[in-house]
């Protein structure tokens, strides 16, 4: 069973930071496209960023200049870097992966950002 595994998310004051981690087997990282999604209660999950094996990144107009997305892929591991974060952004943010047409996710890990 193919497993992303999502790290480092947590409470945090409005306006804070926030680093999130996700870890998936080389066969689903390596020359694969990897993504953040967020789902708010009552919300449909929504694309949050993107970054291709290059380099090459894509951000939700909400998250533009705020959030950061990369990748480490001698470690296999995705990063996004939350900076200035809202209210707004309190969400479960998952890691998100697609290969031979199968779709990857990962459990999830909780953004909390308190007013």
């Known amino acids: 069973q193919v497993q992303l595994v999502e790290s480092g998310g947590g409470l945090v004051q409005a306006g804070g930071s926030l680093r999130l981690s996700c870890v998936a087997p080389?066969?689903?990282?390596?020359?694969?496209?990897m993504a953040w999604y967020r789902q708010a209660p009552g919300k449909q999950r929504e694309l949050v960023a993107s970054?291709?094996?290059?380099?090459?990144?894509n951000y939700a107009d909400s998250v533009k200049g705020r959030f950061a997305i990369s990748r480490d892929n001698a470690k296999n591991t995705m990063y996004l870097q939350m900076n200035s974060l809202k209210s707004d952004d309190t969400a479960l943010y998952y890691c998100?992966?697609?290969?031979?047409?199968?779709?990857?996710w990962g459990q999830g890990t909780q953004v909390t950002v308190s007013s």
């Open positions: 998100y992966s697609r290969r031979y047409m199968s779709d990857y």
């Open positions: 080389g066969s689903i990282f390596t020359n694969n496209r």
């Open positions: 970054i291709t094996p290059d380099g090459y990144t």
